[in-house]
Every structure is written in C-alpha cells, then in structure tokens.
C-alpha cells in the first residue's frame, strides 16, 4: 500500500525544538517533491515548506512565518523526510501533514496526504 | 505573498443542489491553483489541480475552472459525503498559499 506516515508530534516548551518524521511505503521518496503542511485547531490549512526532489538537489522553500527556524531534510535510507523544529512558539500549534505533489505537467497536485502528527506547544 | 481570497465561508445546502465556491487571488495566478475537500479529522484530499484538472478517482460532480485572478468550485449535485471544507491553493508563487476555506453544511 502507498503511504505516508509522520510521527515525532507531541508536547514541547516554548523555544524547544521537535523533529517531525514522514516515510513512506509504496513509494520512492526521492523521486518527489514532499511540502509540509499544518492546521492549527480549529483554523485552516498552511503550507509550510517543499522540499524539491533528487533530481532538483532537495532544494527547499519555506513559509515567511517558519524560515529560519524550521529546515526540512531527507534521509534516502530511511525513505523518510524530516521537518526539524526549532524555536518554537505557541503559534507554531497544530496537526502536522507531510504531503506528495504528485507533479503533473508542472502542476502542484498534493495527491498522497500523511495521517497528521500533533505538535502543541505550550509550558 | 499571494492572498487568496475564499467565499462564501460557509453555506448550507441540501442533497442534489447545485454549489459553487470562488477564489480569488490578490494577483494573477494563471491556471496554478488546485481544490482540496478535507473531512474532521482527516487529511484533505486533491479534487481539482491545474485550475480545471479532475483527478483520478474524484466523481465528475466536481468540477473547477477559471484562470487568472478568479476561481471557482462548482459540485453540480450535492452528495451526502460531500458535506466538507472545501480549500484552494494556489502553486503559482512561493510561498503556497491556501484560502481560508468554504465549510458545506447540511441544509
């Protein structure tokens, strides 16, 4: 089955630091373009960061409210992308998705979507 | 950044009606924006892609087009498991940014 499973969520401190993990099944990693995405509770969806594939060097982009603090980065091995989080802050709450664009003819197009890891930071 | 602009919020609808949701973004977008239906407590899920693009597996109820500045979402007759939030996201320019989603209730 093709899937995409995150974990590492949990309770954190304010200015701590969280590494989330997203490995796949089904599918070759390094083959794709992988983003993050993450919905605070009760708020909508918010792209956070892409990370480009093999082939692209794992460039990466990151949202204006996350660079700097957060990186995200592969491990080909493992199949798995990681999204280190540092620095955290209360607004930094919420599910966190790891997603495959399943890039069509240049098109974003999150077709394959993890089950969601929560992170919720707070003393 | 790009504002994408969703309405309506919300509406309530009932089982065979005709919906309709726009997007409007705060500068030209070509055709780089997609639609994505998320459940409580689920993933979303990839309904529309290029603008107009169907994908594979979602029923020919929903549809999209538009292209530039503004979108819309059209579901030609409402089904029970269509009751969602419906998102847009736009890929044009980084950073991705999605609306702020339409909630579709029972009406």
Known sequence: EVQLVESGGGLVQPGGSLRLSCTASGITLSDHYIDWVRQAPEKGLEWIGRSRNQARKYSTEYAASVKGRFTISRDDSENSVYLQMNSLKDDDTAVYYCTRDQGVRGSTAFDLWGQGTLVTVSS | ?107
């Open chain 2, 1 to 107: 950044a790009t504002q994408m602009t969703q309405s309506p919020s919300s509406l309530s609808a009932s089982v065979g009606d005709r919906v309709t949701i726009t997007c409007r973004a705060s500068q030209g977008i070509r055709n780089d924006l997609g639609w994505y239906q998320q459940k409580p407590g689920k993933a979303p899920k990839l309904l529309i892609y290029a603008a107009s693009t169907l994908q594979s597996g979602v029923p020919s109820r929903f549809s999209g087009s538009g292209s530039g500045t503004d979108f819309t979402l059209t579901i030609s007759s409402l089904q029970p498991e269509d009751f969602a939030t419906y998102y847009c996201l736009q890929d044009d320019n980084y950073p991705l940014t999605f609306g702020g989603g339409t909630k579709v209730a029972i009406k």
